[in-house]
């Protein structure tokens, strides 16, 4: 079990299984900044409700480049010279699409534009960031309170365990906006290694969100106090990793 990281970012936080997760980080008191975006700050009514001096809510739409910017900056403000040591790609989007439905290229490309492109640009951004905070430790140790990139994948990312196909909510675009997502993760980690930034994707489980839907196994507290809970455990042998919320190995 590592320290707390210092600053968190968490994307996608106005509900659902980010929003949980800062209600989870909030209870960390070793953390010194929890940074939390949304695309419409007056609208996260629950994110607002918040009250915590160590929480700004700040504005991000993940498919512009002009809005990422913004957010490192002001990012950059609040945390100093200590960089970044938590970056948590939660944000995303479940485009109904599958092998048989009528061929539209605007759909395929926003699911894949907000579900993987945009993480490897913001995660790319925050980098100075985080090379920032993992040049303050010495030694090849990696942890989330070094530096890391944290990625809210899926279950139905795997390729492995992929039996149903579009079955579910016509899951084509988004089993497979998932799949690259986990290529990022084991590529990032290999070409960050030396930088001593660890980068992991997790999926979360069936959860009851506007997404999972109200039949979903898992309630969003249940989800992400677990998730939180593991990414304190990360450490060498994680990294480049896809795992389960309590740290078990999924398939690729």
């Not at 949980?20 to 009514?45: M, N, P, S, Y």
């Not at 675009?173 to 070409?191: E, G, L």
């Not at 109200?214 to 450490?235: I, R």
Request: glycine letters at 8%; a neutral charge.
């Amino acid at each position: 079990m590592s320290p707390s990281p210092l600053s968190v970012v968490v994307t996608g936080a106005n509900r659902g299984i980010g929003l949980g997760l800062v209600q989870q980080l909030v209870k960390d008191k070793g953390i010194k900044h929890i940074i939390a975006t949304a695309r419409d700050v007056e609208k996260a009514t629950e994110l607002n409700a918040i009250k915590d001096p160590r929480l700004h809510v700040l504005p991000l739409t993940v498919t512009s480049d002009k809005s990422i910017d913004t957010l490192v900056s002001k990012v950059g403000e609040i945390v100093g010279s200590d960089g970044l040591n938590l970056l948590v790609n939660n944000a995303g989007i479940a485009v109904k699409y599958g092998s048989k439905t009528e061929p539209n290229r605007a759909q395929l490309t926003e699911q894949l534009d907000v579900n993987t492109v945009s993480v490897v640009i913001v995660s790319q951004k925050f980098l100075p960031l985080l090379t920032t905070a993992a040049s303050k430790v010495s030694g090849d140790a990696l942890s989330v309170s070094r530096a890391a990139v944290v990625t809210i994948s899926s279950g139905l990312g795997s390729i492995t365990e992929n039996t149903t196909g579009s079955a579910l909510f016509d899951a084509l675009a988004y089993r497979m906006s998932k799949s690259a997502v986990n290529q990022f993760t084991r590529t990032f980690a290999i070409d960050l290694k030396d930088e001593h930034i660890l980068a992991v994707s997790f999926c979360p489980g069936w959860v009851q969100t506007d997404m999972g839907g109200q039949q979903a196994q898992l309630t969003v507290e249940q989800s992400t106090s677990e998730l939180v809970s593991s990414f304190n455990k990360l450490g060498n042998e994680q990294n480049g990793g896809y795992f389960r919320r309590d740290l078990t190995p999924f398939q690729f």
